[in-house]
């Protein structure tokens, strides 16, 4: 039966480990940071428990971005927490709730399962936003500085040789080698513009330069950023620094002669 087989292939990522007092417990299940899903039941008085997560999960959202102070992902938090019957402990930082008995454990476990995977979703909307954001400050910038000078493609191919990856933006300037132009709010993106490069100088000898854009050194991209910064033509830092990453990029496209004459007081 195909409940039998689902209920077998959840089981077999669950593991419950004794500690004491309780119970910890991990499911299959991922959050936010590509963790296992984990969390512990300890006994209280009684029969009750109280479950709770690490402590991490609100604290790590709001050094993310997901602020609690914003008054509608506020809302959405207490709106969760009230439907699973769970709380947040804020001296803690802990998402918890109570269990009558051991024998009502089992439901209030996937419960909680459900609270702290909804509590994730908080922050794929801050990321979602933001990503959106910084694309669109660079796409602008990018657009008022060389648009008079330079002719601008996005989501085209550089050539019909490399046309199985396709940068945010392909800016051509006269007498200019081209410039691919990745706008890189992941790791996948930037690895996109390594295997650009790699391609264009390599396989098929196309004259071509490759900036990426990152928007600040906080982004964590791991061994694809010293890839990223030992091959391309550019990584490009855009936060706190957006007129001089700018200018960088113009001076790739430009040429820094006429970029550095361009800029000088007359």
Known sequence: MIQDSICAEFCNGLRVREVRNGYAISLPYKNFMGEELSFYALRKEGEQFRIFDDGTTIPHLEALGATLDNSTRSAALTEILKEHHANYDDVR?????????????PRAVLDFAAVLLRVSDLLFMVQERAENTFREDVRKQVYAALES??????????????????????????????????????????????????????????????????????????????????????????????????????????????????????
């Open 93 to 105: 930082g802990e998402i918890f709730r109570y269990v009558e008995s051991e024998e009502s454990l």
């Open 149 to 266: 000078r330079a002719v601008i493609s996005e989501n085209e191919p550089v050539s019909d040789q490399l046309y199985e990856i396709t940068p945010d933006m392909v800016i051509r300037a006269e007498n200019r080698d081209p410039v691919a132009f990745f706008i890189a709010n992941s790791a996948i993106k930037l690895h996109e513009a390594i295997e650009l490069h790699l391609m264009a100088t390599h396989e098929y000898h196309v004259p071509l330069k490759v900036i990426a854009m990152i928007e600040s050194d906080a982004m964590s991209f791991g061994r694809v950023r010293v890839r990223a910064d030992n091959r391309l033509d550019g990584v490009l830092r855009f936060r706190d620094e957006e007129k001089a990453a700018i200018e960088r990029l113009q001076r790739e496209v430009l040429g820094w002669k006429v970029v550095s004459r361009q800029s000088r007081p007359h």
